[in-house]
T-cell receptor, first 114, second 109 residues
Framework: DAGVIQSPRHEVTEMGQEVTLRCKPISGHDYLFWYRQTMMRGLELLIYFNNNVPIDDSGMPEDRFSAKMPNASFSTLKIQPSEPRDSAVYFC????????????FGEGSRLTVL | DAKTTQPPSMDCAEGRAANLPCNHSTISGNEYVYWYRQIHSQGPQYIIHGLKNNETNEMASLIITEDRKSSTLILPHATLRDTAVYYCIGSYNFNKFYFGSGTKLNVKP
């Protein structure tokens, strides 16, 4: 398996623009997580899905952020409108029920909002 | 999640064992101790986890004290590629990991 695949790897955009980050989890995994990492706040859990259903979105910073998982093999994290303080590395991870607690992370999407 | 405390940084000579401590004095009985690491710019990588007993896998060993208030991750023969930030997490539920600041391990030649 190719692992968790994220795109784009790098995104530079201007304030006010819409940003969409994409994630393909490992086949067979039924949990999907979106994390954000900044120097100031470290790694933060934004939202996670189980069987394509959002379970906990308490980490989503505000209404500008939304996440969807239309099927088991695809998820998006959207920021609209984007702001400079959204600049961060966004990681997607997947796992499976009954596993050892191992989260498999993607390489991340580095977002810069000017 | 249990609150964990780790030193901000540690040095280790290449080829020697790296012993990374973690304090989790408030851990509850059903919370596991997980270790992850993050090599520069990459996504975090699972290393090992345990509940009460010591654990060993191909990457590392985990030693948990009998009272479960602290643990040590041991990399038996550190290499330059082991330079990373190591996170100790106390949790009963992998759905709600809190990664904290971790320990930056510098492996030196």
């Amino acid at each position: 398996d190719a692992g968790v695949i994220q795109s784009p790897r790098h995104e530079v955009t201007e304030m006010g623009q819409e940003v969409t980050l994409r994630c393909k989890p490992i086949s067979g995994h039924d949990y999907l997580f979106w994390y954000r990492q900044t120097m100031m706040r470290g790694l933060e859990l934004l939202i996670y899905f189980n069987n394509n259903v959002p379970i906990d979105d308490s980490g989503m910073p505000e209404d500008r952020f939304s996440a969807k998982m239309p099927n088991a093999s695809f998820s998006t994290l959207k920021i609209q409108p984007s702001e400079p303080r959204d600049s961060a590395v966004y990681f997607c991870a997947s796992s499976f029920y009954g596993g050892s607690g191992e989260l498999f992370f993607g390489e991340g999407s580095r977002l810069t909002v000017l | 999640d249990a609150k964990t405390t780790q030193p901000p940084s540690m040095d280790c000579a290449e080829g020697r064992a790296a012993n990374l401590p973690c304090n989790h004095s408030t851990i509850s009985g059903n919370e596991y101790v997980y270790w992850y690491r993050q090599i520069h710019s990459q996504g975090p990588q699972y290393i090992i986890h345990g509940l009460k007993n010591n654990e060993t896998n191909e990457m590392a060993s985990l030693i948990i004290t009998e009272d479960r208030k602290s643990s040590t991750l041991i990399l038996p023969h550190a290499t330059l590629r082991d330079t990373a930030v190591y996170y100790c997490i106390g949790s009963y539920n992998f759905n709600k990991f809190y990664f904290g600041s971790g320990t930056k391990l510098n492996v030196k030649p």
